[in-house]
Structure formats: structure tokens, C-alpha cells
């Protein structure tokens, strides 16, 4: 018997550490990063029929500013998108999940749920990972995890229990990012998986858990779809009613508090890309070990990370050096200061909300 | 008695090494590159009345290209130029100099010609130093040099003979770029200056000389002069008698053959500001050694060369590199190899010209 599967994107993801080439008016999930289609595109593309799962057009959540972007990108893609829920302004993921639930259960109550985010970026062998999940999922949700190379201390961790079915796993308990001794004694003891942040769920699991661990997010969830101003599959919520949300992820609403969690280990690659030196790694080298994007010159020069928009970039003797140049500016730091972007874009923000800077 | 004297500018200089900045279509004297003005300003500026010298209107060489450059540049100086010889391409120095002798015979028989590059930047003091030297130049041809601080092999020297006058002594001879353990012995020997390109003489002086040494430049020099379309101090060689002149430097045409030469020293900073390295050395640094033009952010950053033109640039925990923005291209590289920027130039014209690429 087969089972109808309806993606939903979250695409509200910032990608602050990735600027200049991922900004507000364009985050990293409309980028190609990874190859020649978009983050978004990759993760609407991303499920196919497999195994007795039968998928349907996704449901996109992203900024009503983001909308234009949302729609060419996307456009082309079969099948087409089922709904198009269009935020104001980031509530964080756990609205955004009740809304998704609630339109999916509206187009077919019996379908499940994939929750993913837009950017991240996921291999092949995901299809049949989420089939191996789906019965689980009739009655848990289902979580994905990832199993960890480093004591990564950027990402949340699943403690997993005793087993339930074909490799699906019962949760023992979320942790959040850990501190490094913490992540170093995860990788050791072999029991944790990063959290991959994505959800395998029956529209009713997930609203049943949500009333009684956030029923204030339902309540506010659902008060703000039904005063949403719908238009084919455009859903475009309202600022008064949207506000009402509490801003607050579907992890800490619900995950940690949930029993009727579960997790499969994701049997693909996974990469957030969170970063310049990501992009790096995972990027196509040439023989000195550099990826260059775009326009670019390189003499002399290793393991460098050079992305060019729309002019040309000349290095010459440096090495291991992210260097990025697009319309919003240039960008120079080493790879190992890569997450400091972050830091960087927050003085850039102060200062251009600083009165006579 | 009061002596007129007109200075002469040669715009001939790329600046290859200061690309991005500096570009065939816009060199490096047409940049502000250590004040607010350019560096072409500052040579059409640079002399005053000083000590009995009175000054004229400058003439102008440069190439055709630059014409509205030029005009826009030097439009509001005064005194305005009083000449503006436009080349349809380069012949080195030697024909632009003998064309400028000719000029100012034309305009003035009496007066001398301070003929320098418009792309050297030049400290307080020289109008007293040439203003000395202007007897000894009624009948020799004097050249500025500069006492050397370090080993350069980049510049041509001077090797400096008997004295003939105040502060002016004879030439023993010119010595081209040296190599560094000859350029070692001329900074021990201290008897060789660095020749500024910078030369002071009677055009009647000049031009017998170069009838004596390089009479073929003088006879198409002159023809070329005569075939130039004129339009009020506008002056445009024509392609097809200017292309007659052999392309050849004064120094190698005049200077190294003539016993006519003298030397002064200069008597105030100079520098060629021939690459980045020595625009840093040259600007106004930060608390931590960085040198930052236009809009920029440096988080831990040292003893950096920081230069946007339209955009953001930041830089985070880099320090003695090289970053440059303009509407041309990024350049990045260490200060320690500011001299490659000239290698990469002919790789980038290399790969411009190369079918495919």
C-alpha cells in the first residue's frame, strides 16, 4: 500500500556566515552553493516515489519578501509547490511547523509530513531513509540523524535509545550544543547523533504533541492561518496575527519534552553549509587545492576558498584564505576564521544603524 | 633678473603594478593615491614662483585616450596649461621631450622646461632646489637625483662627478637598473644617486644635444610637430608621422651620451609610488598599521593595504596583505610580493587575447 508523502520547506534561514553572498534580501538557500541548482531547489527536488512513498508538491514556508525569488526559482519544478506559506517575519521553526501541519492535514489527512529546512545540503539515499521511517511515523516523529565525525559544538545531539523498528530508534533525550568537552565525550561514547534537524511526522502526531506541550503556539498558529489571506496556493499571513506566535523552535517546543519521539540515522551525507570554509570543503578542487568561483586568477596560491560574483579576483601568493567578492562587497579572512563572519556582519549591521556612521 | 620657466608633464605611465587601481584607461597619475588630489594635480601644481623663477602654464603629453581626463583634472589649476600635446600611442620619453622643447621654444625662447613624470609624488622643498639649479641649466641639461636609502635595483643611478655650482655637480655617468650586489656597492660607495626622471635645461640646450646624439629623433620629432592638427593649446599628433619617431628613452637617446649633464640632489621626498607596498608605506596608518582607503572594516587586522573603491571591503585576521576593490577586479596578496601584481597583469592581458578563454 502506499503512502502519500508532502515535503514542506522551511526556508528561513539567514545564512549570515556566509555573506556577502548570503544576505537578507538573498540568503544562502537561493544560492548555488553546491552545484549548478539552488539550495532551495535541491531541497523541493530532493524526494521522489520510492519504496511505496508517493510524493507530493511541497509545501514552501519562506518571507512574503523572499516571495519573487521563491517562485522563479522554484517555478519550473515538478511537481508544482502545493502551497506557498508567506511569513511577514521569522517566528522561529515551531509556528512554522504547526501551520505546515495544519495546511497538510487540510489537503490530505492522511498523508505525512517531511519537515526540512531549505539550505542544508543532503546526498543521495535520503528516499529511502525517509520510506524506512514512514511506518514509525504513522505514530512518532520521526527525526534524522547524523552520525558525528567531530565534536561539533554547532549543532544540537539526539541521545539514542533501544530500538523500534527497521533502524528507526527511540529518542532518549535532545541535547542542545554542547560545549566541547561535552561534544567530545558524545563522539566518544558512540550514543549520540547530530541532530539533523529535520521531522518525519503524521499531521495529527505532530498537533496532538504540540496541544500538550505548546498549546499556546497552536492556538496562536492556527488563529494566524485562519486569518491568513489565501489566493490559489498562495497563503499570505497577516503581521497582527502572526505576532501572536511565540517565537520559539520546534525543538524546544516540542522535541525535548515529547515522548513519542523517534530517530533514524540519516544514511546520507548531510552539510548544513554553514560556513565559507563548508563551501570549501565541499567544493571542487583544482590541483593546489583551491575552489574558485566565477571570474578568478590564481598564482601561487593553496587551499583557497574564492568566490567572484561579478568581477575579477586576483590572488596571488596566499593560501588557505577565503576570499569572496559579489555586489555587496568583498570579504577576506582565513579559512579557520570562518565562523567569525558572523561577528563581522553584526558590526557591519550596528554600524549601519548608527546615526552619523 | 627674473627666469620664466615652464614645467613639462609626461603622462606616459601605467602603473601596471597598482592595478586594479590604476588601468590603461585611467593610470595611476590620474588617481589620488596619497592626498585629495591626483598625482597628475599635484605635478601641474608642484612649482610656484620661488628664489627669481617665474612660472608658466604646464605642458601636457599624454595620450589621446586621456584627453578629457586631463582637461576635466587640470581644468580648474592655475595657471592652465598652456599646451596640451595628445599622443595617438606611446614613443617613450625621448620624442615627447624633444616635441616639448620645441613647444616651448615656440612659446618662449628664454625660458627653461622642468620636464617630469605626472605620476611621482613629490615633498615640500623642490621649488627651491630647481630654482638653484636654473643657472647651471642656461647650458647644461640638469637631472634630479635622490639620495638612495636601500639597495633599489628598480631605479636607474646616478654616478656623481666634481661640483660645478651651488648644490649642482657634474655627471661622471647615468648607470641603468643595477642588480643587487651592484646595487649594494652604490648605497656603500655613496657616490651614485637614484635618477628621479626629472630634467631641467634651455630648450636650445636639449635640442642640440639630441641633434648631436639621436638627430633621427629630433628630425621625426619635428616632423611630427609639424604635421599635429592644432586647435588653440590643443596639439594631436597624428598618428602616421608621430609612429616615425624611434621609441626611446631620453636617458638612453641624450643623457648617457651627452658630456652636457649635470646633477643636483633633490632636496625633498620622492617616490614613484610604483606599487602597493609603497602606497602603504606612504598613508595614513591606524593604530594598528593599516592603511584603509574608502569603505572598509578590519577586525584583528595589521599592517594591512586596505583600498575600495564602491564597495564594502572587510578583512578579518589577516595582517601585511594587500586588499584592493575597484569596478576593474579584487586584487589580493601579501605587501611582500606587491612587485608580482605586474606579472599578473600580463596574465590577465594574456588570458584576454587568448580565442577561447
Aim: hydrophobic share 45%; proline share 6%.
Amino acid at each position: 500500500m502506499s503512502q502519500r508523502l508532502i515535503p514542506a520547506i522551511l526556508s528561513g534561514g539567514s545564512g549570515t556566515r556566509l555573506w556577502p553572498l548570503s544576505t537578507d534580501q538573498r540568503p544562502k538557500q537561493f544560492h548555488a552553493l553546491a552545484s549548478e541548482r539552488t539550495l532551495i531547489q535541491h531541497a523541493a527536488a530532493r524526494m521522489s516515489d520510492t519504496d511505496g512513498l508517493v510524493i507530493a508538491g511541497p509545501i514552501l514556508i519562506c518571507s512574503e519578501r523572499h516571495e519573487s525569488m521563491v517562485e522563479s526559482q522554484l517555478g519550473a519544478l515538478a511537481p508544482a509547490p502545493s502551497a506557498l506559506i508567506l511569513e511577514p517575519f521569522g517566528r522561529n521553526t515551531a509556528p512554522a511547523a504547526a501551520i505546515a501541519a495544519l495546511v497538510a492535514q487540510e489537503a490530505d489527512p492522511h498523508a505525512l509530513v517531511l519537515l526540512m529546512s531549505a539550505d542544508h545540503r543532503i546526498g543521495d539515499g535520503f528516499p529511502e531513509t525517509v520510506a524506512r521511517a514512514s511506518s514509525a511515523a504513522l505514530d512518532r516523529i520521526v527525526v534524522f540523524g547524523v552520525q558525528p565525525t567531530a565534536p561539533e559544538t554547532g549543532y544540537g545531539y539526539i541521545e539514542v535509545g533501544g530500538p523500534l523498528s527497521d533502524h528507526v530508534n527511540e529518542v532518549v533525550r535532545f541535547a542542545e550544543k554542547p560545549n566541547l568537552a561535552t561534544a567530545e565525550a558524545y563522539l566518544a561514547g558512540a550514543r549520540h547523533l547530530w541532530n539533523a534537524g529535520i521531522f518525519l511526522f503524521a499531521p495529527t502526531v505532530l498537533l496532538a504533541e504540540m496541544e500538550r506541550h505548546a498549546p499556546d503556539v497552536l492556538v496562536a498558529a492556527r488563529a494566524a492561518l485562519a486569518a491568513a489571506k489565501r489566493n490559489g496556493v498562495r497563503i499570505q499571513l497577516r503581521p497582527d496575527s502572526f505576532a501572536a506566535c511565540p517565537s520559539i523552535s520546534l525543538d524546544y517546543a516540542v522535541m525535548e519534552k515529547t515522548d513519542r519521539a523517534a530517530v533514524i540515522p540519516m544514511g546520507a551525507d548531510w552539510a548544513d553549509i554553514g560556513s565559507w570554509s563548508e563551501v570549501w570543503r565541499l567544493g571542487g578542487k583544482d590541483a593546489s587545492g583551491n575552489v574558485a568561483h566565477g571570474d578568478s586568477i590564481l598564482i601561487d596560491a593553496a587551499n583557497n576558498m574564492i568566490w567572484s560574483e561579478d568581477q575579477t579576483v586576483a590572488v596571488v601568493g596566499v593560501s588557505d584564505l577565503i576570499v569572496v567578492q559579489t555586489k555587496d562587497g568583498v570579504l577576506v579572512l582565513p579559512k579557520s576564521r570562518a565562523q567569525d563572519v558572523k561577528q563581522l556582519v553584526e558590526q557591519l549591521k550596528a554600524r549601519a544603524t548608527t546615526p552619523g556612521a
